[in-house]
C-alpha cells in the first residue's frame, strides 16, 4: 500500500481521446473544458466550422487554477526543446 505522500495511479478504467479543439467556460462555481475534433475541411470564407465535442470536463476553479499551474509547466519544458508555438496563426 502506497505511504500518505505518495499517488498511486490507476489505468484500468481510463479512455484516451483525441482533440484539436478545445473552448472554456466558467462560473464563480465551476470552470468547464470542451473538448472535440475539427471535421471541417477546406473552410472558406464563407463556410462554417464543425466540431464534434466528444467530453467536458469540469473542475473547480482552485482545480482548474492547478491545471493552468501545470500545463504552463509543461508548456515552457516543450518549448525550450522545440521552440515557441504561434497560437495566433
Known amino acids: 500500500m502506497p505511504d500518505a505522500k505518495s499517488i498511486e495511479w490507476i489505468e484500468r478504467e481510463m479512455a484516451t481521446h483525441f482533440a484539436n479543439v478545445v473552448n ?8 468547464d473544458l470542451f473538448f472535440g475534433t475539427n471535421r471541417t475541411w477546406n473552410v472558406t470564407d464563407t463556410s462554417g466550422v ?7 470536463i469540469i473542475l473547480t476553479p482552485l482545480a482548474a487554477k492547478r491545471l493552468w499551474s501545470v500545463l504552463g509547466g509543461v508548456l515552457r519544458e516543450f518549448e525550450g526543446r522545440h521552440g515557441a508555438l504561434d497560437v495566433e496563426s
Open 24 to 31: 472554456v467556460q466558467g462560473t464563480r462555481e465551476q470552470i
Open 50 to 56: 464543425a466540431v464534434d465535442l466528444s467530453n467536458r
